[in-house]
């Protein structure tokens, strides 16, 4: 993941989207960037994960015509965008 990517998604997903919870440390949260893998949690459950779509999931939301989005665990999966 680029750095640009990265910092777009720590400014949108840096703070909880349910407790407003900023903090990462102390076990308050916890934030992981792994290859193409985001993932942002906070002590109250709240969890997203972004991650590149699968060729299979791109390939249907293009027969679809729809933004692919995907909800595991409460949180949110939205597609990667190619840059
Ligand atoms: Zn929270």
Do not use: H
Request: net charge negative; with cysteine.
């Amino acid at each position: 993941m680029n750095l640009k990517r990265s910092l777009e998604l720590i400014e949108k997903y840096g703070k909880c989207e349910q407790c407003g919870n900023e903090n990462i440390s102390n076990g308050e949260g916890t934030l992981n960037i792994d290859g193409d893998v985001f993932e942002r949690t906070c002590k109250c459950g709240w969890k997203v994960t972004v991650r590149p779509a699968t060729e299979e999931e791109k390939k249907r939301a293009e027969e679809m015509k729809v933004i692919f989005a995907d909800t595991p665990k409460g949180g949110l999966m939205e597609p990667w965008k190619a840059t």
